[in-house]
T-cell receptor
Framework: AQSVTQLGSHVSVSEGALVLLRCNYS??????LFWYVQYPNQGLQLLLK??????LVKGINGFEAEFKKSETSFHLTKPSAHMSDAAEYFC?????????????FGGGTRVLVKP | DAGVTQSPTHLIKTRGQQVTLRCSPK?????VSWYQQALGQGPQFIFQ???????QRGNFPDRFSGHQFPNYSSELNVNALLLGDSALYLC???????????????FGPGTRLTVL
């Protein structure tokens, strides 16, 4: 079975500081991995996805994530936080031949940006 | 290019009632997935529809049912509502999976269901 663990349900960063959100996955097959962002009272917006091409994936809004198979990790980073980055971020794994077509999400990390 | 749309935006029901939520997929997409997001949690997969059939189902009771129409739009029906069904219901659309494609899922804004 696939699973995702996001370390830290809340992260507080200062504006201009590095944003680092941690995601570890479990999958019996090479995974497809995703990061989504959810702003208050909105749906999920795709930030970036890993599909077994380059291990360093660049997404929208200056975010990027690095796939590390040895660590089963897919951490999300942004060099300099902006106030508009305040939101909840979800890491997800799937789909796959074993798990089917669904996405399996982590519990989310809420980011607070301090001025 | 219209994205995924959902209706209604908000809904208030009482225990025991039935509810129908609607979703129109992104233009060019023919696969629709439904997720339940309880407050403070990540989305949980309910089921996915493709070619008007339920293709895969998550760990949800039979009270949750769905339908897909020939124009690819979809409905989620929940019978005998419980307080625990209060959540944000998200619809996502994608292209059908095949040949190793990623079939990225694009999400709508959701329907907030409150059960009193």
């Amino acid at each position: 079975a696939q699973s995702v663990t996001q370390l830290g349900s809340h992260v507080s960063v200062s504006e201009g500081a590095l944003v680092l959100l941690r995601c570890n996955y479990s999958s019996s097959v090479p995974p497809y991995l995703f990061w989504y962002v959810q702003y208050p009272n909105q749906g999920l917006q795709l930030l970036l996805k890993y599909t077994s091409a380059a291990t360093l994936v660049k997404g929208i809004n200056g975010f990027e994530a690095e796939f590390k198979k040895s660590e089963t990790s897919f951490h999300l980073t942004k060099p300099s936080a902006h106030m508009s980055d305040a939101a909840e971020y979800f890491c997800a794994v799937g789909p796959s031949l074993t798990a089917g077509n669904k996405l399996t999400f982590g519990g989310g990390t809420r980011v607070l940006v301090k001025p | 290019d219209a994205g995924v749309t959902q209706s209604p935006t908000h809904l208030i029901k009482t225990r025991g009632q039935q509810v129908t939520l609607r979703c129109s997929p992104k233009s060019g997409h023919d696969t629709v997935s439904w997720y339940q997001q309880a407050l403070g949690q990540g989305p949980q997969f309910i089921f996915q529809y493709y070619e008007e059939e339920e293709r895969q189902r998550g760990n949800f009771p039979d009270r949750f049912s769905g339908h897909q129409f020939p124009n690819y739009s979809s409905e989620l029906n929940v019978n005998a509502l419980l307080l625990g069904d209060s959540a944000l219901y998200l619809c996502a659309s994608s292209l059908p999976r095949g040949g190793g494609s990623t079939d990225t899922q694009y999400f709508g804004p959701g329907t907030r269901l409150t059960v009193l």
